[in-house]
């Protein structure tokens, strides 16, 4: 079972368009960020290669070729904003190669937003031409209800992001990993009481990080370092960072098993150094 980080900055990506700040012109590859995502690669129970991924980015295109993704067997949706599923159009590719249709994962007012967006996907039979479409199999989830996903263990997880619920996801793996129990909390500002169960007994958590300053809806950094220490993890690993944190610099300053994640990251079977 692999974990792979597709993507690790804020909507606008890094480096931002027309900024010549130095994060923006660093050489450090850990500083060029395209929109947050990841893909959890693993084999099924009956020996089957299965990739989900958690959200569609924008740049999953680029993000699938640069990590040699073969197929999509599903998509966990965090929530409805544009950074986060302005890239589904791109799973028809996946459909092709694996002959098979994508199963999508979301909470009904998503499944919701997806349908307006992608009207030529899910109304297809309305197309004037016979079009080059996903083949996608919606599943409304319910916040309360964990579900097996080809043999992983799937619970979503309540957070906030601002005045909008959205989901984060704990993964647990169906045998011994050095990496799972792992928790994908993006856009966050707040976690209700009621989730904080379910960031029980983790191994990583991977957590919202946007910048030092206070924004309304994203954890800072600071912030999501209380969170982290609170939570316990074995490591924490930051994610959906803007142009105002450099990797190495940010690192540095991080408390023991809290570091930034970067695009193109892989937690695999081995154990972490």
């Not at 004037?128 to 080809?150: E, Y």
């Not at 309540?158 to 856009?187: K, S």
């Not at 991977?206 to 309304?216: F, G, Q, S, T």
């Not at 209380?226 to 991080?254: K, P, Q, W």
Request: net charge negative; with cysteine; glycine share 6%.
């Amino acid at each position: 079972m692999r974990f792979t980080f597709l993507g690790t900055g804020t909507s606008s990506g890094v480096p931002a368009i027309a900024c010549d700040c130095a994060v923006c012109a660093s050489a450090d590859p850990r500083d060029h960020r395209l929109r947050t995502g990841a893909a959890i690669r693993f084999v099924d129970p009956h020996g089957h290669d299965r990739t989900v991924l958690i959200d569609a980015t924008p740049d999953l295109r680029q993000q699938a070729i640069r990590a040699g993704l073969r197929r999509c067997d599903a998509i966990l949706f965090t929530h409805n904003h544009v950074d986060h599923t302005f890239g589904l159009d791109e799973v028809r590719r996946f459909n092709v190669v694996q002959r098979s249709p994508v199963d999508v994962f979301a909470e009904p007012s998503t499944l919701a937003h997806l349908r307006r967006v992608y009207t030529h996907i899910f109304d297809h039979e309305a197309n004037v031409n016979d079009s080059f479409v996903a083949t996608l199999i919606p599943h409304p989830l319910d916040p309360d209800s964990p579900f097996d996903l080809f043999g992983l263990r799937v619970t979503p997880v309540r957070l906030l992001h601002g005045r909008l619920p959205v989901l984060g996801f704990r993964f647990d793996a169906p045998e011994p990993h050095p990496h799972f129990p792992l928790a994908y909390c993006t856009d966050v500002s707040a976690i209700p009481p009621e989730s904080w169960p379910r960031l029980r007994g983790l191994r990583t958590l991977v957590l919202d990080a946007l910048r030092r300053r206070k924004h309304p809806t994203h954890l800072t950094l600071d912030e999501a370092v209380n969170i982290a220490d609170r939570v316990g993890a074995r490591r924490t690993l930051f994610v959906h960072m803007a142009h105002d944190l450099a990797h190495a610099e940010t690192d540095a300053s991080l408390p023991e098993g809290m570091r930034l994640a970067y695009d193109g990251l892989t937690l695999g079977p081995e154990i972490p150094e």
